[in-house]
């Protein structure tokens, strides 16, 4: 196997590393530091993209894929799970391209509801790297990281022969390496807000032209109730287009017959009304509409509703209890929000689902005094995001969701990701660097630490110029204070919220995990081991 292009002096090639490893290796070396593909480079080369397929010889058969695209800045991993749920469901093979994964690569890919197989994954990923290998030059060079993802998802999808491929656009849309697919099925577009603003633009206008890139002429498109500067530039481009674009309202959940959706958060029912959408018009296009009594505006078919209700995704919304620790006393809530608007629901949910649980002990405690468990059931927030990102946009609005709910965290923990930008996990943890630059993690302590105590501590100065003053002292020590704390590392935090829930038997913790999937997807990793 031709795996040139990898660094001969790196640990993994010291000892004798896995059929799997070998391919993560691969994978590895096509990230890149370079900027995303924007409109300032031309999409960084977008039209590659079609040389690839050439190469592979996927280029005449792309079109015979059946295929669902869908954008957005919040909820298009969420509506993408419905849709395949309940296609699914209806008795279709189905295949989903979704980013990014949390633990293993294999995530992205998943054929009838489950990741592909290590064996599968192997096959279709030599066969693919070998040919690139084989065909790229210094003019067409090796595709980056997702492209290459992408490539191997068309790959994986043509020969397993799916019914319907589910594709999750990774970052905007035009430029997306998904938009390779010319005659899309239906296209959907997810709700919008801010996000990625150093690529996409910095007004709601820009973010909805380059995600309304995926809308192809003359084919049917679907979006939720979008503020108007999104929604004026969203019809705009479909009417360019000849686009049917219709807005789809938010699911009325009595039509679940008295049971939930599988994915948790009121903002679902806006995922799954154009998830439903999506599939009936797709059922429709192709000719699957036999039996399925989509005509019924008063019911939904059976197989939508086990769908909806059976749906799952990982990281978001979800719920762990570390079974490191004694029975209950040290809960994990996980959702990767890393935007205003998802944070402010991933608040909400995270308020709410702290009070179901609190209500559930102390039914099962058979305690009089439920105020006294309550008071031991501590909000804790374990927090990271990337530094291109604002925090000053995040932290307040998840303060201000959770104080509206009487919910205040005793403690916030910063921490550096373990997940390493430039490198593909395995199953095998990174080791920690001992000398890790916190100065981002300091920086979003002090923000934190200003936005707690009010006036008395507020800094108004820019994020970058708080960080400026721990930039170049990276021999500072991690910081505490009584309502927050720097940790070096992941494993350290864990540690600390183990040792103080064991040391104190009548606290309980609730940990919020947020702020990054990359950090969900390292406590994930770390609480299953």
């Known amino acids: 196997m031709d795996m040139s292009g990898d660094d001969n002096g790196s640990p993994e090639s010291q000892h004798s590393v896995s059929a799997y490893e070998e391919a993560l290796i691969a994978l590895s070396s096509l990230i890149t530091k370079r900027s995303r593909a924007d409109k300032s480079n031309k999409g960084d080369r977008f039209d590659l993209m079609f040389d690839y397929l050439k190469m592979l010889e996927l280029d005449g058969l792309i079109s015979q894929i059946k ?19 309940i296609l699914r469901n ?62 191997l998802a068309f790959k994986i999808f ?35 807000g801010y996000d990625h603003m150093e690529i996409l633009g910095h007004t709601l206008g820009d973010i909805a032209g380059e995600k309304a890139g995926i809308f192809k002429h003359g084919f ?84 939508f509703i086990r769908g909806l209700t059976t749906a799952s995704l990982q990281g978001r919304a979800q719920i762990i209890t570390d079974p490191c620790v004694r029975s209950g006393d040290l809960k994990f809530y996980l959702d990767g929000a890393h935007s205003p608007e998802s944070m402010e629901v991933c608040a909400r949910w995270f308020c709410l ?28 927030l374990l927090f990271n995001c990337m530094s291109v990102r604002d925090p000053q946009l995040l932290l307040p609005r998840l303060i201000k969701a959770c104080s509206d709910h009487a919910v205040h965290f005793q403690k916030a923990l910063f921490v550096p990701n373990m997940s390493l930008y430039n490198k593909v996990g395995t199953y095998a943890l990174p080791s920690t660097d001992p000398q890790a630059d916190l100065s981002w993690q300091l920086t979003l302590q002090k923000l934190w630490n200003s936005l707690i105590h009010g006036d008395k501590g507020t800094d108004n100065r820019s994020t970058s110029s708080i960080q400026e003053e721990f930039k170049d002292n990276k021999e500072k020590e991690a910081t505490s204070y009584e309502s927050s704390a720097v940790f070096p590392s992941l494993p350290s935090a864990i540690r600390w919220l183990r040792d103080s829930v064991q040391q104190n038997r009548s606290v309980r913790f609730q940990v919020l995990v947020t702020g990054s999937l990359h950090l969900v997807g390292d406590v994930l990793r770390l609480i299953r081991r």
């Open 67 to 85: 295929v669902i695209h869908v954008a957005g800045t919040k909820g298009k991993g969420s509506t993408c799970t419905f849709t395949e749920s």
């Open 90 to 151: 209806c008795g279709f093979h189905t295949g989903l391209f979704t980013s990014p994964h949390l633990i293993d690569v294999r995530e992205r890919f998943r054929l009838d509801g489950t990741d592909i197989s290590e064996g599968k994954f192997l096959a279709y990923f030599w066969w693919c790297w070998d040919r690139l290998k084989e065909k790229t030059n210094d003019d067409v060079p090796m595709p980056t990281y997702f492209r290459f993802l992408a490539l």
């Open 158 to 192: 043509l020969a397993e022969q799916v019914d319907v491929a589910i594709l999750e656009v990774g970052l905007g849309g035009k430029f997306d390496a998904t938009n390779v697919v010319q005659a899309p099925i239906v296209c959907g577009i997810s709700s919008l």
């Open 220 to 303: 049917p498109a679907f979006t939720v109730p979008q503020p108007d500067e999104a929604m004026a530039v969203l019809k705009k481009v479909a009417s360019e287009l000849d686009v049917p674009l219709q807005i789809v309202t938010p699911l009325d959940i009595s039509l679940l017959n008295g049971l939930e959706l599988g994915l948790v958060g009121e903002h679902q029912s806006i995922n799954a009304g154009l998830a439903i959408a999506l599939c009936r018009t797709w059922l429709q296009k192709t000719g699957h509409l036999e039996g399925m009594y989509l005509d019924q505006p008063s019911s939904l078919p059976e197989q």
């Open 353 to 380: 689902a702290i009070k179901d649980n609190v209500q559930q002990q102390n039914s099962l405690e058979e305690k009089p005094q439920n105020a006294a468990i309550r008071e031991n059931s501590t909000p804790i």
